[in-house]
């Protein structure tokens, strides 16, 4: 079955970095389109941008400039790289594919960013 897992999300100083990391497993992944979102508290939840199987990288357009994804065919994982964090990047961070005509999630990972 299709598996999503999220970690490296936790808790970093304004200015700072992370990277995020989304485990894949059940499907094709170097076929697939994986996308990240986040939701902050009390809203809904965003996306952050998508990376295609051809490794085209699409942001929304608050996270251009800061935000990177990639992706390890060879290890069936996509990152997310963060910079500049601010304390209105607190948010659990998502990961998502679309397969067999079916959303998929992970349980996300939380990122707190301190100002």
């Known amino acids: 079955q299709v598996q999503l897992v999220e970690s490296g999300g936790g808790l970093v100083q304004a200015g700072g970095s992370l990277r995020l990391s989304c485990a894949a497993s059940g499907f094709i992944f170097t076929r697939a389109r994986m996308n990240w979102y986040r939701q902050a508290p009390g809203k809904q939840r965003e996306s952050v941008g998508s990376i295609t199987s051809g490794s085209s990288t699409y942001y929304a357009d608050s996270m251009r400039g800061r935000f990177a994804i990639s992706r390890d065919n060879a290890k069936n994982t996509t990152y997310l790289q963060m910079n500049s964090l601010q304390p209105d990047d607190t948010a659990v961070y998502y990961c998502?594919?679309?397969?067999?005509?079916?959303?998929?999630w992970g349980p996300g990972t939380q990122v707190t960013v301190s100002s």
């Open positions: 998502n594919t679309f397969v067999s005509a079916r959303n998929y």
